[in-house]
Nanobody, 115 residues
Framework: QAQLVESGGDLVQSGGSLRLSCTASGISFSFYKLSWYRQAPGKERELVASLSADRKTDYLDSVKGRFTISRDNGKKAVYLQMNSLKPEGTAVYYC?????????WGPGTQVTVSS
């Protein structure tokens, strides 16, 4: 059974850092495009960062230079290093794995940035 589980969400002060992790099971991990999304209260879910199987990255403009997505295929894990966090970064962060028409989601992890 395909499954993603996120961890690392926490309460952090503005300007602080967090590293989110997402581990996968039940999929051929190295073939998947991996992404981090977030959803703030009352807002739509948005794509924060993505990393293709051939390691091409894409970032939301507002996080460029502050967030870094990476993957470890051996550990079936994807990470999101978040630096210089801002209060507008408060959201539930979701891990996503996509391959052709298949999309797998994790349950999310809460990140709260206090001002």
């Amino acid at each position: 059974q395909a499954q993603l589980v996120e961890s690392g969400g926490d309460l952090v002060q503005s300007g602080g850092s967090l590293r989110l992790s997402c581990t996968a099971s039940g999929i051929s991990f190295s073939f998947y495009k991996l992404s981090w999304y977030r959803q703030a209260p009352g807002k739509e879910r948005e794509l924060v960062a993505s990393l293709s199987a051939d390691r091409k990255t894409d970032y939301l403009d507002s996080v460029k230079g502050r967030f870094t997505i990476s993957r470890d295929n051996g550990k079936k894990a994807v990470y999101l290093q978040m630096n210089s966090l801002k209060p507008e970064g408060t959201a539930v962060y979701y891990c996503n794995a996509g391959l052709e028409a298949r999309a797998i989601w994790g349950p999310g992890t809460q990140v709260t940035v206090s001002s």
